[in-house]
Every structure is written in structure tokens, then in C-alpha cells.
């Protein structure tokens, strides 16, 4: 008997030690690149075609087998039209035969997207990510969620590539890129975005509520109507405001006027469905930040779809610093930055969730929050750390909101935080703390920033004027050259002592002109066909068709020729014609009589902002060479005859350039410059288009 047992036990040593050495055998073989018969597996395991497949040592444990060698098995597969990355482990002989297969992981679930796999290496995989028949990015993909992305400045035809060491080495259109967390080689080539693996944001520590860190102004001025159910207003930095509605929603009142809305995609959260991700980068500027809509129909950060835009659906489009609420209508793509959902939460005033289910948990008091503008241009933010969809609604509607987006739901709610002396804080101690909006940020996130002024961008030549956002400089040629903010000024006219008039009796007598800024202008030939009116008082009749100056009711100003393209029948408070110098870009055919007093012009830049120059030597080719070089599109004279005094830039009696004593009192006519609140960034629309 113990002869048979011991006979067993060394069958079964010899047996195990066989195994062994097969199982050593298995494992020591060459490097694996024969994907085809784990795509044979696969795709009758998914039931769908398996494309592009590679095979690599596997950087995570495979699945748990006595035989063969762990390896990784990435591959592209169509999902409906389009395709996704997908990995699975494993192990493989070392003729590459599959042993075991584990379920495949979708790295790129994006139902927007189109990825084809390039190459694989241990742990990563690089994709061509396609638009169409377009190439548009390459994105090199790790199994913990980080990414290396290349954006292509131009779609191209085609892409191959090859995974390096920390990036990649792809061929577009026959041009060779290296591609690296630093940058891309050339860096014409795109916009590189290095996404670590997410990291959970750490919620234990709130930081501290700051106080207001501006004066604070009126809330009444922005027109928001009173309710017995939302508490007084109070200050919670410049032009921002805070009040409590039924002891648990916080409202946020932030006029436009002062602010700007931006957008900043983050790099993972909400899924674009493209496979294109934010860059999660901080904006430079923002003085705020707050909750982003989710549940996305459309997204595009400054001009790049990451989620294609749908149509009618609610859109917040930030364009040029101006930012637009309501249905979008376009065919073609958004420039600037849009955000979308499908449905609003307040249309017209009606908070929808009181007929329509805009989502499954509506009516849970969960954190939420919400976007929407009033008619005049408010922006309000509305959020709770426990209430229903319609509570918020109706809290919005309270205080005059027409339109609002629903924003974060849940952990996506994390509120709004600001930037003050100490640096970014959460607006209330309940809500998320700074370190959530810090770079790179996984969500997409809204921000305010000042309101852009275009003087403090202009290079060392410019001298900013005293008392309007505007600057001035003179070129070498000796011509005056003031850039104004069109939406931060308004514009008069004071007809001087030696204009004529055509009116009966004598001229009315003006009181001097008191205003920061004045320019005497010169004034109109006793036969010259341009007109002079302001108020009621008529100097000269207007000429249909001139090129005039037009100034409305609050003194803003408006460029083009009367009774085409401005309208001649409407009450102006003001209106100056002269020769046209420019029109649409192109120098103008109107006749300009060669005069060496000064001549003075105002022409309109692409950007909607103001140009005046002065050739005090009443060179008109300098004149218009000079609106030329600062990017006038239309240009007039402002008078067709200088005077001694004409073209004097000043603030009260003093030159607003050199600060040399000037006459109270020029014979010319003056173009009066004073400073003004701009209209709101922020406008209602029924329709995007």
C-alpha cells in the first residue's frame, strides 16, 4: 500500500514539476504583437466587429491562471457609427493563443466621438480622434483616466503615430509632431492639454467666508423687483449681491454692467461624449466662480465643439464679452464659449418643472443650482443645499428672472466662490471649498471677470486719458490718435461761436462745456452740404446719404450715412455730417477741400470702439493712413473747414496730451466726451442666431 501511495506523490512532483516548466516556458517567450486571435475572441464575445487591435505586457494584474503571460489588449470598436477605445487583460502563450480573457473596460465612452486606435504601449494607448472624414486631435489615453492631448490647429486628412517614452511621435498630413506633457514640437502644430489622472478634491476643510471686498453699491439700480419673500439684499463684493428665499436657496444678483461671463471646460466632468476634453485651466482675470450647467446638449469652449451643439436647445453663448440667453438657432458653430441643455427651468417667467419633467429627481430637496437672467441684463445664480427643482425655480422667478439654465445637481453643485484679499473663498461656508475650483479642475465651471478695457491692453506708446476709459498717443508723423470704449462713454456736441447758422435771427448763446474730455472739432463751410443739429436747434440741414455722426437719446454714438444705414427718420439728440474718409474698410470718394488748419475725424474700429485723430497740419492723407493703422473700417471728417483752434484735446482748460493752459472758450464746434456705465453684457433673446 505505502509502495502505491509513494508511487502517486512522485507522479504528481513529476507531474507538477512538468507543469512548471511548460508554465516557465509560457512566460518566457517573446514579446507579444499578434493581436488576431483576441480579436477573433472579442468580437464574438461583443458581437460587434473588433478594429485595430494591439497586445502588450500588461501593466495591472490579468486575470488570476496558473499558464501563460499577463498581457493588455487594446482595441477600437464601433459603438453605433462611431467608435470608442476599449482594453482588456488577459493571458496568452507565447505564440500569443489566448489563455484567459477578462471583460473589456470602455476608456472613451463617448457617444460623440470617433476614436481609431494608432498604437499601444503597457498601460496606454494613443488614438486618432475624428470628426467627420477630419482628423482633429490626438489623445494618448492611460487606464487610471489621465491624458495627453494634441488639438490640432487645422483638421487634417490624415494621422499616424507611435507611443514614446512620457508622450507621442505622430505624422499629420506627412508633417511630423513630437508630443510631450511640456508642449508640442512644432507648437504651431496645436494645443497640447496634459490631464493627470482625477483625484477626488478634498472637501474636509472649508475655507473661510470673506467679507465683501469692493464698496458696496445699491441693488436697486439693476431693477429687481421686491417680493415679501426674499430677505433684503446685501453686498457681497462689487456689483454682486446676496439674498435668502424661504431660509434655504441663497440668490446672487451680479450686474453685467461691470462683469463679464466666461467659461472654462473641465477636463473630465460632464462627459462631452466627443472624446475631447477642457483644458480644466484657470482664466485669467476671474474674480468668481460658479456652477456650469450640466447635463450638457452642446458644449464649446472658444470655439472648439467638444459636444456637438443641438438645436433649440437652452444655451448660455459667451461671445466678444457679450453673453447671450435663449434658444439656440444657428446653423453654423459657436466662436466663442457655449454651454446648453435641453430644457430650461424658467421660460418666459413659468417655471417649467411645474408641467414638465426636466429630469428624474425634480422633486428631491437635493444641492442645487441654477443660471438666469432678468430683461435688463441681471445675472442671478440661485443655490440650496436641499430643495426641489421648482422651489429653485420660483425663487429665480421671485426676483424677476425670465430665463434660467439648471445648473449643478448633487457633488456637481458646488455653489460659487470669490476671489478676495485672501484669496479664493467659498461665498457661504456651506459650499464647496476653494481647493474644488482650483486648476485643473475635472468640471466645467462659469466665471465673472472685469469687464475687458481695451486701453489697459494697448502697448507702451498709449497714455490713458483723465476721467474716460480711452488713450491717446501721437505718431511720428505728428498725427493725434484717442482710442475710445465705445460702451463706456457718451458722446455730445456743443456747436462753436463760429459755426454757421442757417437758422432765423442769431445763434443761441451755449454755456461752456463742461465734460472730462472735449475736442474741438472745426466747423462746417458757409456753402458746405453737411448739416449740424443738435436738440431741436438746426444749424444746417442734414444731407440725406452724408456720412454722419448720430448721437441717441444717451448720447451714444452711431456711424454711417443717413437714410442708409442710419435712420433718417429717427429723433437724434445730435447729428454732425462731414466727408466720408472711410467706408467698410476702404478709403472713400468724398470730396476734401486741401486745408492746413487742423483736421479732425472719428472713425469706428472692427471691434465697435472709437477712433479721433487730428492732423494738426490738416494733412488728409496722414489722417486716413493713421484710422487706417488702427484698424477704422468707417471714417468722416468731422468738419469740412479747421479753425486755428481745431483738433485741441482737452480737459477743462488745460491739453489732456502735454497739460499746457488752453481757451476756455474755442470758436469751434467741440465733441464732447464724457465717461458712462456700459449697457449690461448680459441680453434675453427669444432665439440665438
Known amino acids: 500500500m505505502w509502495r502505491r501511495l509513494l508511487g502517486r506523490k512522485l507522479l504528481l512532483v513529476a507531474g507538477l514539476a512538468a507543469g512548471g516548466a511548460f508554465v516557465a516556458r509560457l512566460q518566457a517567450g517573446p514579446a507579444l504583437d499578434a493581436a488576431a486571435p483576441f480579436a477573433d475572441l472579442l468580437t464574438r464575445r461583443l458581437g460587434v466587429p473588433v478594429e485595430a487591435a494591439r497586445v502588450v505586457d500588461a501593466t495591472a494584474p490579468a ?56 498604437d499601444a504601449a503597457p498601460g496606454r494607448a494613443l488614438v486618432a480622434v475624428a470628426q467627420g472624414a477630419a482628423v482633429v486631435a490626438l489623445s494618448l489615453r492611460d487606464r487610471a483616466g489621465g491624458r495627453l492631448d494634441l488639438q490640432l490647429a487645422a483638421p487634417a486628412a490624415a494621422a499616424t503615430g507611435q507611443v514614446t517614452g512620457a508622450g507621442f511621435t505622430a505624422t499629420v498630413d506627412g508633417q511630423t509632431v513630437r508630443v510631450g506633457p511640456a ?53 457681497a463684493g462689487q456689483g454682486l449681491w446676496q439674498a435668502e428665499v424661504a431660509g434655504n436657496i441663497q440668490l446672487f444678483a451680479i450686474d453685467s454692467r461691470h462683469w463679464r461671463l466666461g467659461l472654462a471646460a473641465g477636463v473630465q466632468a460632464p462627459p462631452t461624449g466627443t472624446g475631447l476634453g477642457g483644458r480644466g485651466q484657470d482664466a485669467p482675470g476671474a474674480a468668481a466662480w460658479l456652477d456650469a ?72 430637496p437635493l444641492p442645487r443650482s441654477a443660471l438666469g437672467a432678468t430683461v435688463d441684463g441681471v445675472l442671478v445664480f440661485a443655490w440650496s443645499a436641499a430643495a426641489t427643482a421648482t422651489a429653485l425655480g420660483d425663487a429665480l422667478r421671485a426676483v424677476g428672472v425670465q430665463y434660467a439654465l439648471p445648473a449643478g445637481l448633487g457633488p456637481e453643485a458646488r455653489g460659487l466662490a470669490i476671489m478676495g484679499p485672501a484669496g479664493l473663498a467659498p461665498a457661504l461656508p456651506a459650499m464647496a471649498p476653494a481647493a474644488a475650483w482650483q486648476a485643473p479642475r475635472a468640471q466645467t465651471a462659469l466665471f ?93 440741414a442734414p444731407r440725406p446719404d452724408a456720412m454722419t455722426l448720430a448721437l441717441d ?23 454732425v455730417q462731414g466727408p466720408a474718409l472711410l467706408e467698410a474698410g476702404q478709403r472713400a470718394v468724398d470730396a476734401v477741400l486741401p486745408d492746413e488748419l487742423p483736421a479732425v475725424a472719428l472713425g469706428r474700429r472692427a471691434d465697435g470702439n472709437l477712433l479721433l485723430a487730428v492732423a494738426p497740419t490738416g494733412d488728409v492723407e496722414a489722417l486716413v493712413a493713421a484710422l487706417e493703422a488702427e484698424q477704422a473700417v468707417d471714417a468722416l471728417r468731422l468738419a469740412d473747414r479747421g479753425t486755428a483752434d481745431g483738433g485741441r484735446l482737452r480737459t477743462g482748460t488745460r491739453d489732456a496730451l502735454s497739460g499746457a493752459t488752453l481757451p476756455a472758450a474755442p470758436v469751434a464746434t467741440e465733441l464732447l466726451v464724457e465717461a458712462a456705465d456700459p449697457p449690461p453684457s448680459v441680453e434675453l433673446v427669444p432665439a440665438i442666431r
Open 63 to 118: 486575470p488570476s491562471g496558473l499558464l501563460g503571460r499577463p498581457v493588455e489588449i487594446w482595441f477600437t470598436a464601433p459603438a453605433g457609427p462611431l467608435h470608442d477605445l476599449h482594453v482588456a487583460t488577459g493571458r496568452a502563450t507565447a505564440g500569443g493563443a489566448p489563455l484567459e480573457l477578462s471583460t473589456a473596460v470602455a476608456i472613451t465612452p463617448t457617444p460623440g466621438g470617433d476614436e481609431r486606435l494608432l
Open 183 to 235: 508642449g508640442a514640437e512644432p507648437a504651431e502644430a496645436g494645443v497640447v492639454i496634459a490631464i493627470p489622472p482625477p483625484a477626488v478634491p478634498d472637501h474636509a476643510a472649508t475655507a473661510p467666508v470673506i467679507d465683501a471686498p469692493f464698496p458696496p453699491a445699491a441693488p436697486a439700480s439693476l431693477g429687481l423687483p421686491p417680493s415679501p419673500d426674499v430677505a433684503p439684499w446685501r453686498p
Open 293 to 364: 450647467p450640466s447635463g450638457l446638449a452642446g458644449l464649446t469652449e472658444a470655439g472648439r465643439a467638444l459636444r456637438p451643439t443641438t438645436r433649440l436647445a437652452a444655451s448660455i453663448l459667451m461671445e466678444a464679452g457679450r453673453t447671450r440667453l435663449g434658444a439656440w438657432d444657428r446653423d453654423e458653430p459657436a466662436h466663442g464659449d457655449l454651454v446648453q441643455v435641453a430644457t430650461p427651468l424658467v421660460l418666459d417667467g413659468e417655471v417649467l418643472t411645474r408641467r414638465v419633467s426636466l429630469g428624474p429627481d425634480d422633486a428631491r
Open 448 to 540: 465673472l471677470a472685469p469687464r475687458r478695457d481695451f486701453a489697459a491692453e494697448l502697448d507702451g506708446r498709449w497714455r490713458p486719458l483723465p476721467g474716460v476709459r480711452g488713450a491717446a498717443h501721437v505718431r511720428p508723423d505728428g498725427v493725434r490718435v484717442v482710442v475710445l470704449e465705445a460702451d463706456a462713454v457718451r458722446l455730445a456736441l456743443r456747436p462753436g461761436a463760429a459755426e454757421p447758422w442757417s437758422g432765423e435771427g442769431t445763434p443761441p448763446a451755449l454755456p461752456p462745456a463742461e465734460a472730462p474730455l472735449a475736442l474741438s472739432t472745426g466747423v462746417r463751410s458757409a456753402r458746405a452740404p453737411y448739416g449740424l443739429v443738435v436738440g431741436e436747434r438746426r444749424w444746417r
Open 553 to 575: 437719446a444717451d448720447g451714444r454714438p452711431h456711424l454711417g450715412r443717413l437714410g442708409r444705414g442710419l435712420d433718417a427718420g429717427r429723433a437724434w439728440s445730435a447729428l
